[in-house]
């Protein structure tokens, strides 16, 4: 192997063969390829991309290169959701213990936040004394005994994902889509599931802002599942505003424990139930997701799907009282009302703002080593298209001094605007694709 | 500076600004930027170009990375000649003493065999003695003593672009015409040149396949010459066959020296000559280059250029008699005749294949750290366009055993190919190109 062939035959527009994209994979996983001919590839494949056939390579070198979660002796069906990233989106939080209540195991690996969107392992370590470094041992053990484990990725999993990713985010080569999907993909696969829902951000606020790659993703995902017996079904939901109300990490926490009891806002509501009732219908639980649907609402009602949070919590070293009592999760020294600076119609909430605004107010992080607040945070019960009167409420900023306070009601001042005419919104959830195509919703 | 910002920007079609490229190289050279990040700019680069303002802040970066030849107390002016690289090349030993010879300073920074193309400095290691890798202050003072300084790129000069040209060699980044031209540049205004004349190859020998590419080339460096007060003079020539006869270190050499006699093959004499009047005219030596062409006849009529050469030999501690007896040049224990297989005309006389043979004899390097025979190589008559007889001699081979003459005769029989009609042969020189514009000749 002559590396700066292949990165020459991908400059020019040729293919890698799985064997040389195998090759070349296993020797920089191995530190035998310097980060510098990977960022050339890296940067080339940006410019022309991967074909099917090369990207399933890639997702096969990256999972042949760390352990997988072994549930060979698990009868269950075993089912993930996976966001592309969001502001304010919980549904992690809610369908983790919601599916896994429902004879489903969900063996949930997450991120933390990165950009200006949240990350569900920060959200859960607003729990006190939550643990979400499970080595893949303790994660097994935990899926087979309760059905539901909820861990950030393992030293174990995917090492060379994990080193090509840090490379990519310090060569601007990220914003791929044949590499966001292949390292989405092997870390799903190494989870050992039987079925993953996607959710794939649109809007302002994601990732990839143009639909048609959306649709690529999701296009992607699908096709290499389809050759890992892992099911694919992504839905397209709105990142144009925030999904719910609550941004920030304990703050959605308390939100998602909300819906699991009943409440919540109707936006996250029906995401959360959309996804669900995919993830049941892909395990085999419901025939169809009208049927899904109805057993989750059981599940809410008759408070299984909240026991089975406090399980979790428990299991993971949280205190679990948190759910009966959300006032024990860490609370801001101030909070604030925001209201409307004028009267007429919710045009904007912006997401990217917002998100950031989180992270300012010391909820996120700008560098690694940086550590979270949970506690701060916005609450916006704004939502596009509303109409609201002069003064009227629009959201809560939650900062730990009055510094904090007047920069969080800068922030709302400048990612909520008001108008006079009805607001282009996207639909909250727009398209549904499958193996068998797109349907638009 | 972010750098991966300046990636995304580039990577985007988007320009970086003269102190954003200046910050980069500095940091880059002082290891502060990872090669990681360097690779996938280049890579960004090779995709979406540099436009003339980034180039000549590349240029100028580099240059600012190391020192430069000090040549203000020298009242001469200062002309060079570089060539793209090719095969049978050795203007450079016929140009540097003979230009030297008529009062202009020819500080010669020259390079090693690169891929098939042979190096200046290869060719001059030939001469028992002769020592290439002056100093700068060496350099300096052998130029104002006695005109002329043959030598590598010292580790004084641009270090900036040795690590980049490292780095574009390991990840197929090196076919960059702006990144080719501040490269060159850089060394030649740290020559603190008064002129340059380019000599940019054309045809199956060339880096550059396209015409279009070889003329952008010679802008793109009058430009950068334009702006550091060095005029450029660029020569497209012939490269889909070799120059001249000899092919292979010392056989160059005494290639060389036959032309400084006032012998040697008509195409060599062509080309060395029309590049020759161009420096003198740069120089202001002479007003035409038809009175240039004359002063170089009488130079080398009178014994003056060759008396020149053995001037440079010998301060830089080589065998100066080889000039009045090339039998001193390294010699290869065996020679062959090469006879035409058949009657006809000569169709080809492939560069590439000639210069790969020279190596595979010995005579070049396929890794830096490989000794070169300097005795190995080719001598071919026989010219693209010729009528020749069956078993009419076309070349020899010069090798040190049997192993290597079968090896050579085998190289000469795919190289040269024999056919029946004219074929089509590239002018000798084509094109002339100077900042008022190309004309075709």
Redesign the interface.
Known sequence: MI???L??RK?DGGQLTSGEIHELVTAYADDKV???????L???I??NGLDRAEMNALMEAMLESGERLDFSRLPLPRIDKHSTGGVGDKTSLILAPLIASLGVAVPMMSGRGLGHTGGTLDKLESIPGFRTGLSLAEAQKQVAEIGCAMLGQTEEIVPADRKLYA?R?????VEVIPLIAASIMSKKVAESLTGLVLDIKRGSGSFLPHLEDELELARAMIDLGVRHACPVVALLTAMDRPLGEACGNALEVAEAIDVLKGGGPPDLIEVTMALGAEMLVLAGTATTREAARAIMRDAIISGRALEKFEEVIAAQGGEARVVRDPSRLPQSALQKQFGAPRAGIVQTVDPRAIGHGVISLGGGRTRMEDTVDPSVGFVISAKPGARVEKGQRLADVHAQDEKGITAGIAILESAIAIGDSAPASLPLISHRVTAKGVEEL
């Open positions: 590396v700066p062939r990165i020459e400059r310097p980060d510098y001919q990977m960022a050339a890296l940067m080339a940006y410019f490379l985010d310090a060569t601007a080569t």
